[in-house]
């Protein structure tokens, strides 16, 4: 009986819906193959064969701990830094997988869509549960390629703690950034992994300055690399002063060593330790009053004296009010360090009652996921993640709470529609989890079914996929009654192409890939219009005068402004109608049916005869805003993308040359190891197949990184080129 079901927030999990309507015995089977079994309570699985094994983990002692013991954390990092390799080890060590996953063989059980075993990428937030000493760990391993920013924000809500993962020889990468800069939003606290400590050009003392540089956090040193690239073999923990050795002939890093250091055997490590442990202890203490009080009392003669166990809690706290981040390192790949890091997650990162969030939700259905496979389960303790299916008017964004508070969420949703006075609403603020941000679209392309008579399955499939990924917008063309995909970048539409081939069993046909420009008007212009239409006995007659000007601030949604002769009385009636026809009229410039921003409409004038419908007050003020913008001055603007792009020296010259081509504007370049990092701007327009080019150039050796920066004019010989190639005159 699944009655009054208390959840500490849901998490809008992607789940494709062939999995949640074949969740049956195969399934749970064929999970088993990788994973221990759990008892599954309120449901008789019992009887399935090979289910009841010796090792059995009792799902109870998993889904209700104390909330004290509870992590829910995330994985996020720049593409490629190794957070699947890592989640991974963690799932290996932890005892939830029997076999490790390998990215570069596309058998990762956090990547399970198709196309991310294929691609060797994240392209979902995938969660996993599993034990950590005594610790319930819910992790979600997100994404790291651009188009999916939306995917990273979503679960950053729900998400108490997080590891940010970066590659030892490149330290803080374009998107640590941006994915740093979500998780402040959403003030959440971190812990750094410095992976990849195996691999040629590695530096520990180089990333750890990025930190400091780039993301201006404060790094707690809390371990030390024994050696570093080829040589790097452990790592010293600098809380307790020992040292960690992986055994060298143990191929999946389980097995490792854990001694103190002696002046005897290490007497340079030892002091480089002792040396790194003062410097720490300063430092947390300079962060804690609470600590500095303790050290500077007991422990000012000889810090040596400071038990761990103090200086942890205090690292806890300080990471916890996130004025620091400590730092770990290690080597996912090589399974070096992975153990201590979830020591760190249990030890640092706070549980959801020290997060102070409660919520609490009603709903019918509740699954544990466990990357694509779900088990049902009856109930769930405050502070847990799971999944919750059917939801029929909740979408990526919405925060569920109980009935009694289901009139905040009602407040939130009248917020988003602009009646500020909501905002003042103190408690609904407290209650209410911060909204996604959802990035503006900047590609779009035509998206055909198969047949018309699968218009309908089209459309099904995009409001279903649409839902989760609000960053996928869908609308109809009026002229060509054709439906367009607009999306973050080629791979997100590309990808969106291939679910709906995959989960919903059709095959679409994509039209050209086409940048989403923007117009604005350069001067005012003003226009009168009437709208004179007898439809039975009923005489429709609209007679408007509106002024269009360009403002300074940058906004996509026109100012409207009405002028003191519109009577209250008018606008009481036709207010709505109005503001939707200039809402209406400036999603369509004049020059390539692109949004209008950056506008101003004022309404001089407005005459309506008695009985006139407001659908006709509506056409006949978006017919005569047209008729304004068209008058005026106008000016494209292109999407301007922020460019990083990291190759190695000897291919500099001739990234550098074919970004000149593409209209490229260099801001900096910075040497990073034996690489260059190219820093700039360049038009969407001139980067499509970035990637291809890119490889070509450089044999394989650069990665890139992209990102909206914002709207640009473009010049007139550009602006002429576009608008002649789409009227199709070149
Ligand atoms: N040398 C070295 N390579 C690693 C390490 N960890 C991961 N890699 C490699 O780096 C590549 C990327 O690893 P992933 O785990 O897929 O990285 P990711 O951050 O999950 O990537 P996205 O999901 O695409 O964002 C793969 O080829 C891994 O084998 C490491 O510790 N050392």
Not at 519 to 530: G, H, K, W, Y
Request: net charge negative; hydrophobic share 40%.
């Amino acid at each position: 009986m699944l009655t009054n079901l208390r959840i500490f927030a849901v998490s809008h999990q992607t789940i494709p819906s062939v999995h949640i309507n074949n969740l049956c015995c195969y399934k749970i089977r064929a999970s088993l193959k990788r994973l221990k079994p759990y008892v599954l309570l309120g449901r008789n699985y019992s009887s399935l064969p090979g289910l009841i094994g010796n090792d059995i983990k009792s799902l109870h002692s998993v889904i209700n701990p104390p909330i004290a013991k509870i992590r829910n954390i995330g994985i996020m990092a720049h593409i490629d830094a190794g957070k699947t390799t890592t989640t991974e080890r963690i799932l290996y060590y932890s005892g939830y997988t029997r076999s490790l996953g390998d990215v570069d063989d596309g058998d990762t059980v956090t990547d399970f869509m198709a196309q991310e075993r294929e691609r060797g990428i994240t392209i979902q937030s995938a969660a996993v549960t599993f034990d950590w000493k005594g610790y319930r760990v819910n992790l979600i391993d997100t994404p790291g390629h651009v188009d999916f920013t939306l995917e990273v924000e979503r679960c950053l809500r729900v998400l108490d703690g997080a590891v940010a993962v970066l590659d030892a020889s490149a330290g803080v990468e374009a998107q640590t950034l941006t994915v740093w800069r979500q998780a402040d939003k959403h003030k959440i606290p971190r812990i750094c992994f410095l992976n990849k400590m195996d691999k040629t050009g590695a530096s520990f003392k180089y990333a750890v300055e990025s930190i400091r540089e780039k993301l201006k956090a404060k790094p707690l040193l809390l371990q030390l690399p024994i050696g570093e690239a080829k040589t790097f073999k452990g790592l010293v923990d600098v809380v307790t002063k020992e040292k960690l050795l992986w055994n060298s002939n143990s191929n999946d890093g389980k097995d490792f060593e854990r001694k103190p250091l002696l002046e005897v055997s290490d007497p340079e490590l030892l002091k480089e330790t002792t040396e790194a442990r003062n410097a720490l202890i300063e430092q947390v203490a300079d962060l804690d009053d609470e600590f500095a009080d303790l050290v500077l009392g007991e422990f000012s003669e000889n810090f040596d004296l400071l038990p761990a166990e103090k200086l942890q809690h205090a690292i806890h706290r300080v990471t916890l009010a996130q004025t620091a981040v400590p730092v770990l390192c290690g080597s996912a790949l090589k399974n070096k360090g992975v153990q201590p890091l979830l020591d760190a997650v249990t030890m640092y990162l706070p549980s959801p009652e020290e997060r102070n969030y409660e919520f609490l939700e009603r709903i019918s259905r509740l699954l544990l996921p466990f990357a694509d496979q779900h088990i049902e389960i009856s109930s769930l303790s405050a502070g847990n993640i799971a999944l919750t299916v059917g939801l029929k008017h909740t979408a990526t964004g919405d925060t569920l709470v109980s009935s009694k508070s289901s009139a905040l969420a009602a407040a939130r949703r009248a917020e988003r529609e602009g009646e500020k006075k909501h905002r003042q609403n103190n408690e609904a603020e407290r209650l209410l989890l911060a909204g996604v941000e959802i990035p503006e679209p900047v590609f779009f392309c035509t998206i055909e079914p198969p047949s018309v008579a699968k218009q309908p399955d089209l459309e099904h499939a995009l409001k279903c996929l649409q839902r989760e990924d609000p960053s996928l917008k869908v609308r109809l063309d009026p002229d060509s009654g054709q439906t367009i995909l607009c999306g973050m970048g080629e791979l997100h539409i590309e990808i969106i192409h291939d679910r709906i081939k995959r989960e919903y069993g059709l095959e679409t046909y994509l039209g050209p890939l086409q940048v989403a420009y923007r117009e604005t008007i350069l001067n005012s212009a003003r226009a009168t219009d009437t709208l004179d239409r007898t439809l039975g006995d009923k005489r429709h007659l609209v007679t408007v005068e509106v002024e269009a000007r360009p403002i300074e601030t940058s906004s996509l949604m026109p100012v409207i402004e009405y002028a003191e002769s519109i009577s209250e009385e008018l606008l009481k009636v036709s207010q709505q109608a109005i503001e939707n026809g200039i809402h209406s009229a400036c999603l369509q410039g004049p020059l390539l049916g692109s949004p209008v921003q950056d506008v101003a409409i004022t309404l001089h004038s407005l005459t309506v005869h008695p009985g006139t419908s407001t659908t006709m007050i509506s056409a006949c003020v978006s017919r005569c805003v047209q008729k304004a913008l068209k008058k005026a001055d106008k000016q494209v603007l292109e999407p301007l993308m922020n460019l990083e792009v990291t190759v190695a020296r000897d291919y500099l010259s001739p990234v550098l040359g074919d970004l000149a081509q593409r209209r490229g504007n260099i801001q900096e370049i910075q040497t990073r190891q034996d690489n260059k990092v190219v820093i700039g701007f360049v038009p969407l327009a001139e980067i499509m197949g970035y990637s291809t080019a890119l490889r070509t150039l450089t044999s394989g050796s650069a990665t890139f990184a992209l990102e909206l920066s914002t709207y640009q004019a473009m010049n007139p010989q550009d602006q002429n080129t576009l608008l002649n190639r789409r009227s199709g005159l070149t």
